[in-house]
């Protein structure tokens, strides 16, 4: 008996490289050693008080039987409000899809679109589980490079071409995960209508809407009642480990989509449905939040170019920064391992977002206190003058 | 825009007739009908008190963020400890998944063991989940009859015949759904050393373990260490909604699911991860809500021969009656139709099971109260006494 016997699909699926550096960071916490985290976007504490308080009532209260697979009314009625008062787009709770996560949205929305064998784009670097996920459900990973030259945004030339040999659809995040780039009204509106005048689905991950610290943030469902939209209350809303997203299809997909989520899911966690809800409520505890990676975000892109992390990508939305070290390294996955042991701080290596070019860059995850990033900042400064770098 | 433009695959996934069920039954329960569900395999009552509880201090003590892919070790190690306690089998926790529900143990083991194309066998009448996740995944559900006169079980002789011919895997359940027949440890074991002697994964949906009302039941771990088992906190721990189960992989597949399950799941509901704990210490919860099964059962055995519906399978196990009625029709889902509409009892048309000979057949739920079960024969028979059928 041999691992050859995995799926060549499964064999295609790369692991997360943050997934070492987290269990590194887990064995040095385990022998009491204090380890900041800037390696995984989790947010710092817990959900919204009001968001935990109906969940103890749901708890107390409801069966937390199956719902419906496409999500409880209540709460898909509450994401429709959310597009009207957010972009002023009215969407029908038809279209509305609770989901497992975002996770759980792109398994669906990717099933629905795309059969085995098309081929779909998306921006390299970007997140990791997109291009896995469609390794493992017989998709195309069409990887359109994306750097400093294009302000880390897919080449609308590069799209076109793309479509033109073949490409089914496109899938965008703005703010973006690793860089923290948003793309301007202009400049969505532009790959939406590029992509879906070639017949193309356009699926626009907006996970981190909610975390813009200055730039408009844009839904595609203002340029196009076809689009794919996909987010989560894992990040703005701080709800990780609760595994509950949403997504809106266009009309076409509604039904496919449905008895998917019927097959493979069944429902979206009933709990965490429930908790969803009261998470609208709760603006004041997630915008001093926030406020709190604001300020994250303001120290760090002061402090961090006088360690020698001087160059990154635009840091306009969610809470990373992107940082180009091939000053210091040509290894970024021994870059944050010499890191991690040597001062304590964990940081993502970029190869986990580019396995071409993430060799020179690093990721560096500003969802922690205040104070950890003060430390941090303390700890890979004196680092990087002992290493010689600055 | 058309239709047409969903995948192909996911066109191939059939909906759920028992969703329309529901749905009419909603809507009359809406217009404050009093329909009695016998539809739905979704136990009466909210989980275990304990389970409740330790959801509740979860909930004020856990931050409910990410955790491993694989599931929180404690968890782990207590199923662990339920294999050697209720099977005699020692398991590695290394082996053991937690999964978002058995939907995503089967999406994972599928993905990991099974490439698009190949082709892997399921008893017919089977749960519709899995040849719908099959079509989903590009995987070819090779449907093996079985009937009266293999006592609702694969035949071996197909299951070889099928094996030499290229097939890559079975899927069995035991108890099964619809027909709540079990197979002896004989039966079992045969099916699991024909399916690996010739190469292929053997597959053992244990989600109705504990729910045997006198036979013994055997895990496939009993007689396989490269056996894939499969099972849930949904049916005997009355946890649906909460959408927790777990799966164990031969050595071989640890790597490829694990990879798997970052990507495309990230981790299953922390809340109910830790909830899951304390329900394998709600025995006598458990026990209790099974006696009402078991009165259940043995009320329906005696009482439904007496209004029409005499020709069903052994009930061996779960919480199922899955009922012949060609007497009485040639279309289970209009029968099913009209008894909603003119008794307000919900009951499932075996076409979601069988799409050949479920014209026949309708599926009997009886995880309700045992109250539920009286006013529905109530019903029931004088319907059927109407109609002539008795």
């Not at 070492?20 to 504490?45: K, N, S, T």
């Not at 449905?273 to 604001?294: G, P, S, W």
């Not at 001087?310 to 040509?330: E, K, L, Q, S």
Request: aromatic fraction near 10%; glycine fraction near 8%.
């Amino acid at each position: 008996m041999s691992t050859e016997q995995t799926s060549r699909r499964a064999s295609r699926v790369s692991p997360f490289i943050v997934m070492d550096v987290l269990r590194m960071a887990g064995e040095m916490a385990a022998r009491g050693e204090d380890v900041i985290h800037m390696e995984v976007g989790q947010p710092f504490g817990p959900a919204a008080d009001k968001a935990i308080a109906a969940a103890h009532a749901a708890l107390d209260g409801d069966d937390l039987g199956y719902t419906e697979a496409k999500g409880i009314a209540p709460l898909r009625e509450r994401i429709a409000r959310h597009y009207e008062e957010t972009y002023g787009v009215p969407v029908d709770p038809a279209r509305i899809f609770v989901t497992t996560g975002s996770s759980g949205a792109f398994v669906l929305a990717f099933l629905a679109a795309f059969d085995a064998g098309d081929a779909v784009g998306l921006a390299n670097p970007g997140y990791p589980a997109y291009r896995n996920i469609f390794h493992a459900l017989n998709i195309t990973p069409e990887l359109i490079e994306t750097g400093p030259e294009s302000r880390w945004a897919p080449p609308i030339e590069a799209v076109r071409a793309r479509l033109k040999a073949g490409m089914k659809g496109l899938l965008v995040a703005s703010p973006a995960n690793p860089t923290g780039v948003m793309l301007s009204a202009d400049a969505l509106r532009a790959l939406i209508h590029e992509t879906e005048a070639a017949g193309g689905w356009f699926i626009s991950d907006e996970i981190y809407h909610g975390l813009s610290y200055g730039m408009a943030e844009h839904t595609a469902l203002e340029f196009s009642s076809r689009a794919i939209v996909i987010n989560s209350f894992s990040k703005y809303y701080g709800m990780t480990g609760w595994r509950v997203g949403w997504m809106i299809v266009p009309e076409p997909l509604v039904r496919a989509a449905e008895v998917l989520a019927q097959n493979m899911f069944i429902n979206t966690p009933t709990i965490s449905q429930h908790a969803a809800i009261a998470a609208f409520d709760a603006t004041d505890e997630l915008e001093a939040r926030k406020a709190v990676y604001a300020k994250n975000r303001a120290f760090l892109t002061g402090a961090l170019p006088k360690i020698g992390f001087a160059d990154f990508a635009p840091v306009d939305g969610a809470f990373y920064i992107y940082c180009d070290v091939r000053a210091h390294t040509r290894d970024s996955y021994d870059f944050a391992r010499r890191i991690l042991r040597e001062t304590r701080v964990a940081v993502t290596p970029g190869l986990d977002f580019d396995p071409g070019r993430g060799q020179h860059y690093v990721r560096f995850s500003f969802c922690g206190s205040h104070e950890d990033m003060r430390r941090a900042v303390a700890r890979l400064g004196e680092w990087m003058r002992a290493q010689g770098h600055v």
